[in-house]
């Protein structure tokens, strides 16, 4: 092994911890100079992903991925339009099946809907990956009276994961991934106002907020879903230039615009838990094909019957332990 093999781990570690060379396309080009052969063409043929928000951005890079190894891929989006423009691209670049679906998973009740309907026509689902996300300016509810980014990020897939179950476990090798974000490393879990009811609202706050319960929730869910054999990973995909990051966060982008990565980039660890074989570790956290800590800043950290409090207020909001 070459002296650069040998500190390659360390110098993952050390871009990690300094956040800004290890988010950016400087750390994504660096790690990937040190990765296996890639994933093999075909490598999701005969298997059927779905993905919420793949309309654009990150979720469009993210279907695009599995699209390219052959998975069926069913884009889930709230707006058909938009979601059958992606479809056109993504097949024209492909030639896969790629199917639109619509359901906004902010909302709980179309959640069960929507899930309800899809049992009905697909039979087996593989993987569920959970990409739909929102960085609001002003607090807002939903009709269920959730804070919209704890509904989109963590209550709807949570739901829709419960109610595709039953699918998922039909899969000799199902998996669901949760899109987190590399913010969540500034929050702790708000165990006591999860719908930010309290004090001056910032939506980039709540986007972290929320971003942190899916990762701390990841190893919940895979303890749940363990006897259906679905593995659980959360991770988060560093600095990608987005229509999102464009509208949400202008001078972030401004700023680091030249070191963004690119959607496939922000993507490719989705993509490759999605389709790795063997399958890693169920309940951890992943970014750039790697396993990484939950924190490190002191005061994120949260005990576990802070996040075990969390859980059931979260559980209890989308009627996990309810028959209906």
């Known amino acids: 092994m070459s002296v650069f093999g040998r500190l390659r781990p360390l110098l993952d570690t050390a871009l990690d911890r300094t956040v800004v060379p290890g988010y950016t396309r400087i750390g994504y080009r660096l790690r990937q100079s040190g990765w296996a052969d890639d994933l093999p063409q075909g490598a999701l043929r005969g298997r059927t992903v779905l993905v919420t928000g793949a309309n654009r951005g990150l979720g469009k890079a993210i279907a695009a991925g599995l699209a390219g190894l052959d998975a069926t891929v069913l884009l889930t989006v709230r707006d058909r339009e938009s979601g ?28 069960r ?4 309907e899809l049992r009905t026509r697909v039979p087996r689902l593989d993987v569920l990956i959970h990409n739909a996300g929102l960085l609001p300016a002003t607090r807002d509810e939903t009709a269920d009276g959730h804070e ?4 989109t990020h963590v209550l709807g897939p949570i ?10 476990a039909a899969s000799d090798d199902p998996r669901v991934i949760l899109m987190s974000s590399g913010g969540m ?12 009811r309290v004090g001056s609202y910032r939506g980039a706050v709540a986007y972290a907020r929320t971003k942190r319960m899916q ?8 303890r749940r879903w363990a006897d259906r054999h679905i593995r659980v990973y959360s991770m988060h995909p560093g600095w990608a230039d987005t229509p999102g990051v ?5 001078g972030f982008r401004a700023v680091t615009g030249p070191l963004l990565r690119t959607p ?23 970014h750039d094909r790697r396993p990484r800590p939950e924190h490190y800043l002191p005061w994120t950290r949260s005990s576990d019957v802070d996040r075990d409090l969390l859980w059931r207020y979260c559980a209890t909001a989308v009627g996990l332990d309810r028959v209906d």
């Open 148 to 151: 919209i980014t704890l509904a």
């Open 215 to 222: 990762v701390a929730f990841t190893p919940i869910l895979a």
């Open 113 to 116: 809907a929507f899930a309800a």
């Open 84 to 111: 059958e423009r992606a479809r056109d691209e993504i097949v024209a670049e492909s030639g896969a099946d790629v199917r639109v679906a619509v359901c906004d998973v902010s909302d709980l009740g179309t959640v």
């Open 246 to 250: 464009a509208s949400s966060l202008p």
């Open 264 to 286: 496939e980039e922000g993507a490719d660890t989705a993509v490759w838990l999605a389709a790795t074989k063997p399958a890693p570790p169920t309940g951890t956290f992943w």
């Open 185 to 196: 490393y500034t929050q702790s879990l708000p165990v006591e106002d999860p719908e930010y």
């Open 159 to 168: 739901l829709l994961t419960e109610r595709l179950s039953s699918m998922l």
